[in-house]
Every structure is written in structure tokens, then in C-alpha cells.
Antibody, heavy 119, light 108 residues
Framework: EVQLVESGGGLVKPGGSLRVSCAAS????????MNWVRQAPGKGLEWVSSISSSSTYIHYADSVKGRFTISRDNAKNSLYLQMNSLRAEDTAVYYCAANGYGSGWLNLWGQGTLVTVSS | EIVMTQSPATLSVSPGERATLSCRASQSVSSNLAWYQQKPGQAPRLLIY???TRATGIPARFSGSGSGTEFTLTISSLQSEDFAVYYCQQYSNWPLYTFGQGTKLEIK
């Protein structure tokens, strides 16, 4: 089955760090660009970061630049998001999402993992 | 940054009727526009890409149109499972994707 499964969410204090992961299965993970997209409670979707298939190209939203780091391990079919200096406004469900091959739309999404930043 | 604006914020339609959702870009995105459906507690699901191409498994009652800055998602005959939140996304400014704020489609 083609799927993405996120893990690693939880409660963290402001200023703290957390790493969320995304495990891919059922498709050739190493061929696809990947993304993190987040959704604050009751709000819309916000793109966070993208990484190309071989990690050559990496981009971040201004809201997380300098604090978050995206990475991937194609041998392990896994995507990661290291989040440092967390703020209350980073509280959200974090989704990993795969691009359609060579495209900009997101055609496969995980179920999301909730990150709560609170004291 | 390309700002995507969706209207209306909430749309009330009866089952079996047609729903028309709008999305406007702050600058031209050509045909680089996708639509997603999200139901409560679920991840978004790709419906339409390239403005008008249905994703795999998406019923023909969903159609997309437009170009440049004005786009429309039409659901020709609403089924109960279609009531959800719909988001547009531009990928013209790859990979600095931006989404609209969403339109909630509710049962009238």
C-alpha cells in the first residue's frame, strides 16, 4: 500500500526542540520531492519546507527559516523535520506530503502528527 | 509571495445541487493550480491539478477551470460525502507553495 506515516509529535515547551519523522512505503521514495505542510488548530494549510529527491534543493517558509531543518534518508525511506526554538505559533498538525513526479502538486499525504508548543 | 484568496468562506448548498468555489491569485500562476478536499480529522486529498485535470479516482462531478489569476472548482451534483473544506494551492512559484484559506462546503 502506498502511504506516508508521520510520528514524533508531542508536547514541548517554548524554546524547545522536537524532531518529527515520516515513513514512506509502497512507492520509490527516492524519486520524489517531499514536503512538510502544517495546519494550526482550526486554521488552513501552510507549506513549511521542501526537499528534492536527492536533497540537492531545500527550501523553507520564512516563518521557520533558521529554526527548522528538513532532511531525508532515502535508504530508510524516511523524511524528517528537526524543529528548534519552538514557539506557540508552531503548534499545528504537521503533514508530510509527496509531490507528483516532477510536479508541484501534492498527491500523497500522511495522516499528520500533532505538535503542541506550550508551557 | 503569491497570495491565494478563496471565496466564499462558507458555502451552503443542498445535496444534488451544483457548487461553485472560487480561488484568486495575487499574480498570474498560469495553470499551476491544484485543489484539495479535507474532511474533519483527515489529511487533505488531491482533487485537481493543472487547473483542470482530475487526480486518480476523483469522480467526474468534480471539475476545475480558469487560468492566470481566476480559478473555479465546480461540483456538479453534490453528494453527502462532498461536504468538506476545499483548498486551492498555487505551485507556479515552486517550491514556495501557497494555499488559499479554504472554503467550507456545508449542507443547506
Amino acid at each position: 500500500e502506498v502511504q506516508l506515516v508521520e510520528s514524533g509529535g508531542g508536547l514541548v515547551k517554548p524554546g524547545g526542540s522536537l524532531r518529527v519523522s515520516c515513513a514512506a512505503s509502497g512507492f520509490t521514495f527516492s524519486s520524489y520531492s517531499m514536503n512538510w505542510v502544517r495546519q494550526a488548530p482550526g486554521k488552513g494549510l501552510e507549506w513549511v519546507s521542501s526537499i528534492s529527491s536527492s536533497s540537492t534543493y531545500i527550501h523553507y517558509a520564512d516563518s521557520v527559516k533558521g529554526r527548522f531543518t528538513i532532511s531525508r534518508d532515502n535508504a530508510k525511506n524516511s523524511l524528517y523535520l528537526q524543529m528548534n526554538s519552538l514557539r506557540a505559533e508552531d503548534t499545528a498538525v504537521y503533514y508530510c506530503a509527496a509531490n507528483g513526479y516532477g510536479s508541484g502538486w501534492l498527491n500523497l499525504w500522511g495522516q499528520g502528527t500533532l505538535v503542541t508548543v506550550s508551557s | 509571495e503569491i497570495v491565494m484568496t478563496q471565496s466564499p468562506a462558507t458555502l451552503s448548498v443542498s445535496p444534488g445541487e451544483r457548487a461553485t468555489l472560487s480561488c484568486r491569485a495575487s499574480q498570474s500562476v498560469s495553470s499551476n493550480l491544484a485543489w484539495y478536499q479535507q474532511k474533519p480529522g483527515q489529511a487533505p486529498r488531491l482533487l485537481i491539478y493543472g487547473t483542470s485535470t482530475r487526480a486518480t479516482g476523483i469522480p467526474a462531478r468534480f471539475s476545475g477551470s480558469g487560468s492566470g489569476t481566476e480559478f473555479t472548482l465546480t461540483i456538479s451534483s453534490l453528494q453527502s460525502e462532498d461536504f468538506a473544506v476545499y483548498y486551492c494551492q498555487q505551485y507556479s512559484n515552486w517550491p514556495l507553495y501557497t494555499f488559499g484559506q479554504g472554503t467550507k462546503l456545508e449542507i443547506k
